[in-house]
């Protein structure tokens, strides 16, 4: 069986293809920007909030000379609809906090559910939102229940909304929440 972030990145990759505009949510350290930067996508834009993230992701790209089709940006995703106009075919979140960095600085519900709502506004039909969600800290336990409560209420016709986990996992294993757009919503 496919670990969590395995999984996540191959049903990324099942819809992703050389006219598709896609965006990590959140770049932290860059390796899911990286990973799209090497996949078929046309574009990829990246955001973080933190300088740090958006160094390291830069960093990661241009040594693996993967700059030229990205766009990595210092703002919070729920903004991304002042930087990219075009429908999005696939986005990536890994949720918490930057490994390595002040813990104290993590995603927040609020933002995160208000970012999710508008990328399935401008999602592709058939695009896929992949959400990989650790919640072995405070926010991170709030943040769960509140996207599971918000997700489990999307109508199917519109979204597929798919859970992907170990349930004999101690210490809050990560789990993949993955959206794929059926319907306009």
């Given amino acids: 069986m496919d670990k969590v972030l395995t999984f996540s990145k191959k049903i ?10 896609v965006v990590d949510a959140t770049c932290g350290n ?6 799209l930067a090497q996949s078929a996508a046309k574009k990829v834009y990246a955001f973080d909030i933190q300088q740090q993230a958006i160094d390291s992701t830069l960093k990661l ?3 693996n000379n993967c700059l030229e089709k990205c766009e ?3 703002d919070s995703h729920s903004n991304f609809d002042n930087y990219i106009s075009e429908p999005i075919k696939a986005v990536v979140f890994n949720l918490g906090y930057l490994p390595n960095a002040d813990h104290t600085i993590t995603t927040l519900a609020d933002t995160t ?3 999710i709502d508008k990328f399935l506004t401008n999602l592709e039909i058939n695009g896929r939102i992949v959400i990989v969600v650790y919640w072995g800290h405070e926010n991170g336990k709030v ?4 996207l599971l409560n918000h997700l489990t209420k999307l109508d199917q016709k519109e979204v597929e909304v798919l859970s992907y986990q ?14 794929e757009k059926k319907n306009n919503i």
């Fill in 143 to 146: 943040e769960k229940e509140a």
């Fill in 30 to 35: 860059g390796n899911d920007t990286l990973f």
């Fill in 72 to 74: 990595v940006i210092l």
């Fill in 12 to 21: 990324l990759k099942e819809v992703i293809d050389k006219n598709s505009i």
């Fill in 113 to 115: 559910l208000l970012a």
């Fill in 61 to 63: 790209l241009q040594t």
């Fill in 166 to 179: 170990f349930i004999n996992q101690k210490n809050n294993a990560p789990f993949v929440l993955a959206l």
